[in-house]
């Protein structure tokens, strides 16, 4: 079947624009995580969905990022007025139920550049 | 503040050598460490996971060695092979509360030549 998906696979913003990211995790999972990856470096977590509800945020870095899942399946991660230290991969994952230590399947991320 | 520290950065092994990976961790709430492998262009897969119940685990080539008192774990790959090239994650979560958020390692790019 099908995995997690991510639109765009490369974005190039100037610095001050917005962008949206979508993530389509695999279907009927409930969970659904997003992560950033800067160069060189492990992914960190940003937030975490369980269906339609954001139940953890705190590793978004700024109240210029947010995130949401509307209808519990598609989410979008939008960063506002992007600076150059966004510039990251940022990837998707989903899970199926969301208890606990449940493996984790991510998508093949979009990569950010802030000019 | 790092809260898993992964060795080395870079790593060449030959065709059919043993690549050796190792972690270490601070947080004694971690209690789920699964290991990740990352193609360019792709995003990461889990390979294999432990908990500290146990000290070591294997699945086909590779294995993962768990230290509970010293905080470390590594992994091995035995019989490496050029298509194991790529990058490796170490990982851990707590048990309960955020058990469902990944601490990465910052990685190890693995290269096996012929």
């Known amino acids: 079947g099908a995995g997690v998906s991510q639109s765009p696979r490369y974005k190039v913003a100037k610095r001050g624009q917005d962008v949206a990211l979508r993530c389509d995790p695999i279907s009927g999972h409930v969970s659904l995580f997003w992560y950033q990856q800067a160069l060189g470096q492990g992914p960190e977590f940003l937030t975490y969905?369980?269906?339609?509800?954001?139940?953890?945020k705190s590793g978004l870095p700024s109240d210029r990022f947010f995130a949401e899942r509307p209808e519990g399946s598609v989410s979008t991660l939008k960063i506002q007025r992007t600076q150059q230290e966004d510039s990251a991969v940022y990837l998707c994952?989903?899970?199926?139920?969301?208890?606990?230590?449940?493996?984790?399947?991510f998508g093949p991320g979009t990569r950010l550049l802030v000019l | 503040q790092q809260q898993v520290k992964q060795s080395p950065q870079s790593l060449i092994v030959q065709k059919g050598g043993i690549s050796i990976i190792n972690c270490a961790y601070e947080n004694t709430a971690f209690d789920y460490f699964p290991w990740y492998q990352q193609f360019p262009g792709k995003g990461p897969a889990l390979l294999i996971a432990i908990r500290p119940d146990v000290s070591e685990k294997k699945e086909g080539r590779f294995t993962i060695s768990f230290n509970k008192s010293a905080k470390q774990f590594s992994l091995h790959i035995m019989d490496s092979q050029p298509g194991d090239s790529a990058t490796y994650f170490c990982a851990a979560t707590p048990l309960g509360a955020g058990s469902y958020q990944l601490t990465f390692g910052k990685g190890t790019k693995l290269s096996v030549i012929p």
């Open positions: 994952a989903s899970s199926l139920v969301g208890q606990g230590q449940e493996t984790q399947y």
């Open positions: 969905f369980q269906n339609e509800a954001q139940l953890d």
